[in-house]
Structures are given as C-alpha cells and as structure tokens.
C-alpha cells in the first residue's frame, strides 16, 4: 500500500466518501500534515505554517461526524493556501481567507456530498464564513443533527435556572438568553460566562417541576 492509498483508508474513517479522492490529493499537492486529535473544547481544527523546513501541520478533532469533519478540515485547508499566497501579510480571517475558503469549499457543494439540509445551511454560511462555523448557529444546528452522540443534551434545550456541567469539569447555573447566547454563572467564581445554545452538557440538576425538552417529546431529569 503506497502513502495515497494509505491516506484514503484513514480519510474513509473520517470524511464523506465521495471528498476521500480530493482530500488526499490535496494532501499530496499542498503537502501538508493532517492529525486527528482527541476532542478540544477551545476548537474544532487548527492550522500550522510551516516552522524551520517542516510541513504545513492541521490537526482536526476526532469526534465530529463526517460532514463536520470536512467543513472544519477545508476551512483550515483554507489557511494553508491562504499563508502559501500571503505569508503573515493579512489577517487570518480576512477577505483573503474567505475567498480562498469559498473556491475550496465550492469543490464539494457541487458534488452533492452535503444532505440537502445540510448543503442549504452550508451555502448560506459561505456567502459570508466567520472564523469558526460553530459561530453560525443554522449551520451548526443542523451538522448537530448527524451527530452519533444521540444522548448529547445542549444547553438550549435546559430550562432556565438548571446547574449543568461543561468540559467535564466546570459547572455552571444557566440564566436568560441575551441576544444569542445564555448568561451563565459559574458555580466556583460566580463569574458570568455567554454560551452558544447548541453548547453541549452535562445535566447536573434541574429546578423542581421543570422538564427537558428534546427533538421527539418531553422527558423529566432526576436531581
């Protein structure tokens, strides 16, 4: 098995089927190092210039479900061909990068490896990408629906006043909505954080008589 076919037997486990052939090609033909990492709270995937005669390194999370994992690997696909034209002469996320992104991105839209719900939102998104597309919350409402994870609990779906745990270790008691994220005071400092609603938690507890809320019904937690 040569070092192609060894990449497209990993990129199988990872990404659509249909973007394994143009992902490793661009492995090849950008030459850069892809990571896949254990799961990060701060990040989905980040990029690496080259550093003293080393390659171009992208490390991605390895818990997102395919059509996830493509978006975030091209969005940093997009840095790397973006520092290859500017070095450090723009911004990271500038007009430059979207650009970039978007003619990266267009290789996919018209292959129809997207679900159409999916393709939808992503268009959407790419008429203008932010730094990060968990800050569009369409888009990242919908990739949450081909997760594997169907117990995940998100925070928009807790009622006001229920303590939920976050990173596996921070706790925090969620307050009221504010434009488009949650105030949420954490237990410890009692310092006020903002939240994205699709923020997923853990369920400590719930104020009495409240209920959850999910996709299918209705369904209580104990304390």
Avoid at 181 to 202: A, D, Q
């Amino acid at each position: 098995m040569n070092q192609l076919e060894r990449n497209q037997s990993i990129l199988h486990k990872y990404i659509p089927e249909k973007a394994v052939p143009t992902i490793s090609d661009w492995i090849y033909k950008f030459d850069f190092k892809l990571r896949i990492k254990k799961s990060r709270a701060s990040k989905y995937g980040d990029y690496r210039p080259p550093i003293k005669g080393e390659n171009h390194l992208i490390t991605i999370n390895y818990d997102m479900n395919p059509y996830a994992f493509l978006i975030t690997l091209v969005h940093e696909i997009a840095h790397l061909t973006n520092w290859n034209k500017y070095k450090n002469a723009v911004l990271p996320h500038g007009s430059e990068w979207k650009l970039e992104f978007k003619i990266l991105m267009n290789y996919f839209l018209h292959e129809h490896i997207f679900p159409e719900d999916v393709s939808i939102a992503l268009k959407k998104y790419m008429q203008n990408p932010a730094a990060s597309s968990c800050s569009d919350t369409n888009l990242l409402r919908v990739l949450k629906k081909y997760d594997q994870r169907q117990d995940t609990i998100l925070l928009e779906e807790l009622p006001e006043g229920a303590t939920f745990r976050y990173n596996k270790e921070r706790t925090f008691i969620k307050n009221e909505l504010v434009r488009k994220r949650y105030k949420c005071k954490e237990v410890k400092s009692n310092r006020i954080y903002l939240f994205n609603p699709l923020t997923e938690v853990e369920i400590i507890s719930i104020p009495e008589k409240q209920v959850l809320k999910d996709g299918f019904g209705i369904f209580s937690s104990q304390k």
